[in-house]
Nanobody, 113 residues
């Protein structure tokens, strides 16, 4: 079992930016693909960005060009830089090892119009 602690969420106006952080426990961090997911009210949880151990990234079409995922293996931390935020980005954001079942508590992001 791993522990994942997300932080950095908050309330921001449309067009603004936030940077989310996720501190992950365990020695496997540097070898595993990490992802950021989000779940909006009444909707299914969706994967918005992922990053491999080698730094290759993938993004959902809805965030491509606005969000950037990165990782710091020395700190066991994965980040999500979110720019040009839209009201439809409002959700609880979670990080996760893609291959594992554990979830953190999430961090709320609210974008006002």
């Amino acid at each position: 079992q791993v522990q994942l602690v997300e932080s950095g969420g908050g309330l921001v106006q449309a067009g603004g930016s936030l940077r989310l952080s996720c501190a992950a426990s365990g020695t496997i961090f540097s070898t595993r693909t990490m992802g950021w997911y989000r779940q909006a009210p009444g909707k299914q949880r969706e994967l918005v960005a992922s990053i491999t151990s080698g730094g290759s990234t993938n993004y959902a079409d809805s965030v491509k060009g606005r969000f950037t995922i990165s990782r710091d293996s020395a700190k066991n931390t994965v980040y999500l830089q979110m720019n040009s935020l839209k009201p439809e980005d409002t959700a609880v954001y979670y990080c996760k090892y893609l291959a594992l079942a554990d979830w953190g508590q999430g961090t709320q992001v609210t974008v006002s119009s």
